[in-house]
């Protein structure tokens, strides 16, 4: 939160900050000559991507590019052996988690077909969503719980060794869920570049996003419902994203994130699951996926994010509106689950 | 509202109540139940409540309950509101479902998506939010309830017809109370939905004009609890016109407690007479008490 803390101080220098700021950032500049909606003008300084301002990568601190390129290498590391790993951690209860989380949202739900929704077929952007365990849980619950074949989603990831488990894994889904599978890599700090997934020709081809072959985006106000779970936590620059999603989402469409969060309000069970995730996790990851670095920075980058409360401002600073404390604990906080909505007078 | 703090001074009290009555008042509510919420109903009630204790503050009794203390704040936050009102009309035709909600989602131009930000689905958000609104909505319909004769009501018969605007207003939504007692009865909503039920009696004794500060404060509101619950039980499988059988049953429920107030009040009188004429007997005999 340090680098909050510094822009807040540094808001009356906004201007000439975000105008220097576009001489040397790409993204930057086009992002904001295709946003068409007024918060341009209001984007706040830290929200805004700045490959040189610090940030942290678990208890070490790097640039946001630097962050960048290490969670690509640690995702492209752990890619094949995720699934895995996450049962081990977890001793299975994520899937729990994404059940709740995807049945809570509900995706195409609607009362009797005869009246069908005045604002077409829902689409469901799945950021960071890689391996597509939030992706196929949706898909499942639109298609055969509430019978709603309309419903689409697009997997983003910005990690393109992480998309292509995603894929491999979607050959087992049913034709109709594939045929509402998209999968595009993009940078969720600025979907405005997007590309569709690409095969992955040699070892040593670099697996993350590059905006430069971007070769489309996704528009304004086109997406009902944006979904990232356990992954908000490994962006370089989180207001920058939560301000994109509120960008892409329609008036009225919602913002719901799975991450792990913080268990301070039961101290004896918190306790335990710090031990656990400081001890053991790096240790499985060790012995099963023969890569300590990674794990240890999973539990790190847990560690470093903030509580429920302070990302629900954050959230709520982005321009979401939220409903009653504007999230729900998991399993005694370990897990979270925030959801905002895009205000019709956006 | 009825918050039991003491009011700190009197002479602002007072000074606050003059100020009240200068304003015009707030007309009553429209039955658009979303306008409702928003108009502000407490002026009405508390220069009522200031111009009824007005005489009494000038002794040196001091009110146990505030009149001057603000509502608390609706449990809801403003979009949740929108939401939850725009869907209410719903509830007699779809329930206290998620169908609703959408329904009420699209009423306000939002997506069909857009509900799910409500807590656990947003059923028991749409039941909580038509216990929160009929609860505030009482303290409006004073004025049509004891027509001005509020001075000459007993306590009790103040209750009573508090009471029963309280079971009238589920009139609308009674095919469905069923559907949301179960929902109110799962143990994650238990607590939720017995608070409110403990709010709701603790404003119709305080809409009544109890003022107790000793232990009957307890019993009367739980005893009140137990008997509007066992009331919107009944009235679920009430099939008399206007609901006349309710009426009747909470009729008889409100008065065995009051027979049995009377004769719990007699026993323990009874009890506290003899106890200390025993005591007074052995001390007469010489036995050091």
């Not at chain 1, 752990?78 to 790993?85: G, L, Q, W």
């Not at chain 1, 509120?246 to 004896?268: I, N």
């Not at chain 2, 508390?46 to 505030?66: C, V």
């Not at chain 2, 001057?68 to 779809?94: G, M, Q, R």
Request: with cysteine; hydrophobic share 35%.
């Amino acid at each position: 939160m340090a680098t909050r803390s510094v822009s807040r101080r540094a808001i009356p220098l906004i201007r000439q900050c975000s105008v220097s700021q576009r001489a040397f950032s790409t993204t930057l500049s086009s992002r904001n000559t295709n946003t068409t909606s007024n918060n341009t003008t209001t984007t706040p300084e830290y929200a805004i991507p700045n490959p040189s301002r610090p940030t942290h990568f678990g208890f070490e601190t790097v640039t946001e590019q630097e962050k960048r390129k290490r969670v690509a290498g640690v995702f492209t590391s752990v890619a094949e052996s995720y699934d895995r790993m996450n049962d081990l951690m977890s001793f299975g209860w994520h899937r729990v988690w994404k059940d709740h989380f995807v049945s809570s949202l509900n995706p195409g739900f609607s009362p009797l077909s005869s009246t069908s929704s005045p604002t077409g077929p829902q689409h469901i952007l799945d950021i960071a969503g890689g391996t597509g365990d939030i992706a196929f849980r949706m898909l499942h619950h639109a298609h055969n719980v509430n019978a709603n074949p309309s419903v689409r989603v697009t997997i983003s990831d910005i990690n393109r060794a992480m998309l292509q488990v995603g894929k491999a894994r979607s050959a087992t889904l049913p034709a109709s869920h594939q045929a509402a599978l998209s999968f595009v890599e993009a940078n969720a700090e600025d979907l405005s570049k997007t590309r569709p997934l690409q095969p992955i020709l040699s070892e040593s081809e670099q697996t993350f996003f590059d905006p430069a072959t971007a070769t489309a985006g996704i528009p304004d106000n086109s997406v009902d419902l944006y979904t990232v779970a356990f992954g908000i936590r490994n962006f370089s620059n989180i207001p920058a994203a939560l301000r994109e999603a509120r960008r892409v989402l329609k008036p009225g469409g919602v913002f719901a994130c799975l991450e792990f969060s913080k268990a301070d309000k039961l101290p004896l069970f918190n306790t335990v699951y710090k031990e656990w995730s400081f001890r053991a996790i790096p240790l499985i990851g060790q012995l099963v996926a023969g890569d300590r670095d990674s794990y240890q920075y999973l539990v790190e980058s847990i560690e470093r994010f903030p509580s429920q409360e302070e990302f629900r401002d954050m959230i709520v600073d982005a321009g979401f509106v939220v409903a009653g404390q504007g999230y729900e604990d998991l399993t005694g906080g370990v897990a979270a689950i925030h959801k905002g909505m895009k205000p019709r007078d956006a | 509202m009825a918050k039991p703090t003491p009011t700190i001074a009197i002479t602002a009290t007072r000074r606050i109540a003059n100020s009240i009555l200068r304003h015009p008042r707030s007309s009553t509510p429209s039955l658009l139940l979303s306008r409702a919420r928003s108009t502000p109903s407490t002026p009405s009630t508390s220069t009522r409540l200031q111009q009824q204790q007005t005489p009494s503050s000038s002794s040196s009794s001091r009110p146990y309950h505030s009149t001057t203390h603000p509502p608390p704040p609706p449990p809801f936050t403003p979009s949740e509101l929108s939401l939850l009102s725009s869907s209410y009309p719903h509830i007699p035709l779809h329930g206290f479902t998620p169908t609703s909600l959408l329904l009420g989602a699209r009423d306000l131009s939002l997506l069909d998506i857009s509900p799910s930000i409500l807590p656990n689905g947003g059923e028991f958000s749409l039941i909580h939010y038509h216990l929160h609104l009929q609860r505030t909505l009482l303290s409006t319909k004073l004025d049509s309830l004891f027509h001005g004769t509020e001075a000459i009501m007993s306590t009790q018969e103040k209750v009573e017809a508090l009471t029963w605007a309280r079971l009238k207003a589920n009139s609308q939504i009674i095919s469905r109370w069923q559907e949301a007692l179960a929902i109110m009865a799962i143990p994650s909503y238990a607590p939720q939905a017995l608070k409110e039920l403990a709010l709701l009696s603790d404003e119709i004794l305080f809409l009544a004009g109890d003022k107790s500060v000793d232990p009957t404060w307890y019993t009367k509101r739980a005893s009140l609890a137990t008997i509007y619950a066992a009331a919107e039980l009944f009235m679920t499988t009430d099939k008399s016109a206007g609901f006349s059988e309710t009426r009747a049953f909470l009729r008889r429920r409100l008065n065995e407690a009051n027979t049995a107030g009377g004769f719990v009040g007699a026993v323990g009188q009874y009890l506290g007479f003899t106890g200390s004429a025993v005591v007074n007997i052995l001390r007469s005999k010489g036995v050091v008490i």
